[in-house]
């Protein structure tokens, strides 16, 4: 029951995240940076501390009372993070949400697979299982396995964007995608995809805030809300500095007041993509307490995102007007991508 209901609420968290960027479609008249901070300082600040608040007794206690150099490492993990989340913005912008989380996420199962084993190869080899022991272990060769596999997928998927650039015309391609271009997609998706891994790593550095979190009274289904609160903090952070930037360098920042866009609505959809954006991880750390393996969770998911992106994708006519071909290829990238997430979760799990 304890991993039924946790593949529940991963189920959950994947559709949040899947779901998120769709009220961003509805904001008129305001650039992707003005959008993207306005909802950003939901997801990252303001609902983050509310769910702390609601769930975890003296949060910010628990906060002060930690070790400077566990805050230091979420931090700065947050910080990194934040370039991904960043660049994953950009990837929706670019590709899609179909194909941009199929790429972006599958760089990110990837790397959140095999940076943990391969640092503590090099500096903390008593820490966890090492890159080494994974070659000698059944389960970690059947998550190299799913890494190769994986990277296919990412060949795949992009293939199929080549031929969707050569099936439909620039004004076709922008009817599903408005600024479709698949040379910078797949440039910020890979680096989103390598970057946004960091999230779970500042999970892993912030393991004893959830822990004090459970000893001062929440429910363990909780824990984690302590910690997201300092990630995103990094992750705000980034964003923050990059989105002025482009305020500045655009003169977008007279966006936040147009009174010729209406503000109201743009406002209330930045917002409810930013609550929506948060939810997947309120979600996560439920599932991750349920299955309590933080690799497989955090590849589950990435799965379930990708299931959902895509369907969404869809929906929304992304890849409208391609052939069949086409239509063959994308389909094939993706179950490629969600085969390599199981076999990934698979190989984390024994």
Known sequence: MQAILGVVFHFIGGFASGSFYLPYKKVKGW??????LAGGLFSWLIVPLLAAWLTVPDFMDIIRAAPPSVIGWTFLLGLLWGVGGLTFGLSMRYLGMSLGMSVALGFTSAFGSLVPPIYRD???????????????????????????????????????????????????????????????????????GILSACFNFGI?????????????????????????????????????????????????????????????????????????????????????????????????????????????????HEWKGVNIRTWRTVFLGIATIILSVLLVGYGNSI
């Open 31 to 36: 650039s992707w940076e003005s959008y993207w």
């Open 122 to 192: 090099l500096f903390a080899p008593e820490s966890g299982v090492t890159f080494t022991q994974m070659l000698h272990s059944r389960g970690g060769v059947i998550v190299l396995i799913g890494v190769l596999v994986c990277l296919v997928g990412i060949a795949i998927c992009g293939r199929a964007g080549m031929l969707k650039e050569k099936v439909l015309t620039p004004e076709q391609q922008k009817e599903g995608v408005k600024e479709f271009n698949l040379t910078k997609g797949l440039t910020v998706a890979t680096v989103s």
């Open 204 to 316: 892993e550095a912030g393991r004893s805030m959830a822990a004090a979190a459970e000893a001062h009274g929440a429910n363990p289904l909780f824990r984690n809300n302590v910690t997201f609160v300092v990630i995103l903090w990094g992750g705000l952070v980034t964003n923050i500095l990059w989105c002025i930037y482009l305020n500045i360098k655009n003169k977008s920042y007279k966006d936040y007041n147009n009174t010729a866009t209406p503000l109201a609505a743009n406002y209330l959809f930045a917002a409810v993509a930013g609550a929506t954006w948060f939810l997947q991880f309120f979600f996560y750390g439920m599932g991750e307490s349920r299955l309590g393996n933080g690799s497989s969770s955090w590849i589950l998911h990435m799965a379930f995102i990708i299931l959902v992106s895509n369907c969404w994708g869809i929906a929304l």
